[in-house]
């Protein structure tokens, strides 16, 4: 499988467009600093729901994430928590900047995304690596970072060892897998788990008012007031705009269903209920008929999963 992290279909113009509103978010001081935290409160709930569905102590578990991408912070703080985790992710990280890197990051991702490594890599990283070694300390860490448990590959055919997995984690990585891939992945995941293992994927469903990647409509954008060129829920309605990312499009019902064939869901969490809601008027809902609520107001999901053999 190849990365599909930028699209050659999206113009120089749009990706420029975007790439300017990003780096605006990721130059504001209040940005990295509430990634962070909100990265924390994040891996709380993985230990509270892990512990709470296994009786185990989450800092033992043998944990994965998948797709650690660009800014790999859960996977570096979970190492520096001392934990045994590791990561895969079809795009090479620059851990550390170096010329040979670069070149190898080219080779392995294309041109493009290469160029936002290095940007971001010189512009950003180091700011935010000096924040989270701030936070880590703060909760009595040390910041480690070990470059060979940052695997490099496709998650639905890589080999991750004889030894069964007690937690495999994802954030907004899922809705950028193809339904093929992603009956592979769960399948090769069911396999890799441990019996009472537990799977916490975090998924942008495709029907939140944020599902259509739009930068102007980022969780973040949403209540802002800033004026948006594209409508809310633009994708499911007059979709004049395409993101530069692959989108599989899947519903939060669609989610359900792909998992049931292989899992147990055990619990399905609204990170951010009812965002958006105000967008929703009756001329928009009434150009929506075709979803319920419950699809609309997804936005971002936690599935609890367990594989089948253990119910």
Request: charged share 25%; aromatic share 10%; glycine share 6%.
């Amino acid at each position: 499988m190849r990365s599909s992290s930028s699209l050659s279909t999206v113009s120089i113009r749009q990706k420029w467009k975007e790439g300017i509103t990003l780096f605006g978010w990721l130059s504001s001081e209040g940005a990295s600093l509430e990634g962070i935290n909100r990265m924390f409160r994040e891996l709380d709930v993985y230990r509270l729901t892990y512990e709470r569905y296994t009786g185990r102590p989450f800092a033992s578990a043998r944990t994965l994430e998948i797709g650690y991408g660009a800014r790999p912070f859960r996977l570096i703080a979970m190492m520096s928590m001392g934990m045994d985790v590791r990561g895969v992710d079809l795009d090479m990280p620059m851990i550390r900047f170096s010329p040979l890197r670069l070149l190898q990051i080219v080779k392995r991702n294309g041109i493009e995304r290469a160029l936002k490594t290095c940007v971001r890599n010189i512009m950003f990283d180091r700011r935010e690596q000096a924040k989270l070694m701030t936070a880590l300390e703060q909760r009595g860490y040390k910041l480690t970072i070990e470059p060979a448990r940052f695997l490099v590959g496709d998650a639905a055919t890589y080999n991750f060892g004889s030894e069964p997995l007690d937690l495999v984690y994802s954030t907004d990585v899922f809705e950028h897998i193809p339904p093929s891939g992603l009956e592979s992945l769960l399948e090769h995941l069911a396999a890799q788990a441990s019996p009472r293992g537990l799977l916490l994927i975090t998924v942008n469903i495709f029907t939140g008012i944020i599902g259509g990647h739009l930068p102007e409509w980022y969780s973040h954008m949403v209540n802002n007031d800033q004026p948006k060129i594209s409508e809310p829920w633009e994708h499911l309605r007059k979709r004049r705009y395409t993101p530069n990312t692959y989108l599989n499009g899947l519903s939060r019902a669609a989610y359900r269903k792909l998992f049931s064939r292989r899992f147990e869901t055990l619990e399905e969490w609204v990170i951010d209920p009812d965002l958006g809601r105000h967008w929703l008027t009756p001329e928009v809902r009434a150009e929506l008929s075709d979803w319920s609520e419950d699809e609309l107001f997804s936005n971002r999901v936690m599935f609890t999963l367990r594989p089948r053999a253990a119910v």
